[in-house]
C-alpha cells in the first residue's frame, strides 16, 4: 500500500493515509480531532487549514472551493478546504483557527 504523510499543525499530528484518501478520513486514523469537519461538502469553511507544505499533493482546487475561499477571506493560494482534498502526496497543513 502506498501511504502519504499528513502532518497537522499546531496539533503536531502525523497521520499516514493511502494515496488518494480524501482528508476527512483523519477523523477515522486519531483520537483527536486535529480538523473540525463539518458539512463535509465545501459549504460551512470550519475546515479551512493552510497548506504549509506539499500544495499540489493535495490536488487542484475546483472553483466553487476557490470561490468559497475568496468569500472567507482566504485568498493567496495556500488556503484549502480540508474536506475537499485527497492526499496525493506528503503534506504539512495548519489549521486555518490557529492561523
Given at each position: 500500500?502506498?501511504?502519504?504523510?499528513?502532518?497537522?499543525?499546531?496539533?503536531?499530528?502525523?497521520?499516514?493515509?493511502?494515496?488518494?484518501?480524501?482528508?476527512?478520513?483523519?477523523?477515522?486514523?486519531?483520537?483527536?480531532?486535529?480538523?473540525?469537519?463539518?458539512?463535509?461538502?465545501?459549504?460551512?469553511?470550519?475546515?479551512?487549514?493552510?497548506?504549509?507544505?506539499?500544495?499540489?499533493?493535495?490536488?487542484?482546487?475546483?472553483?466553487?472551493?476557490?470561490?468559497?475561499?475568496?468569500?472567507?477571506g482566504?485568498?493567496?493560494?495556500?488556503?484549502?478546504?480540508?474536506c475537499?482534498?485527497?492526499?496525493?502526496?506528503?503534506?504539512?497543513?495548519?489549521?486555518?483557527?490557529?492561523?
Amino acid at each position: 500500500m502506498n501511504l502519504k504523510k499528513l502532518t497537522i499543525l499546531p496539533a503536531g499530528i502525523d497521520v499516514l493515509l493511502p494515496a488518494g484518501s480524501p482528508l476527512t478520513e483523519v477523523e477515522y486514523e486519531v483520537q483527536q480531532r486535529p480538523i473540525p469537519f463539518g458539512c463535509r461538502s465545501g459549504s460551512c469553511g470550519a475546515c479551512v487549514i493552510e497548506v504549509l507544505d506539499g500544495l499540489a499533493s493535495l490536488g487542484d482546487p475546483d472553483p466553487d472551493e476557490l470561490d468559497f475561499l475568496e468569500d472567507l477571506g482566504r485568498t493567496g493560494g495556500t488556503h484549502r478546504l480540508a474536506c475537499q482534498c485527497r492526499l496525493r502526496g506528503d503534506a504539512t497543513v495548519r489549521v486555518a483557527d490557529d492561523i
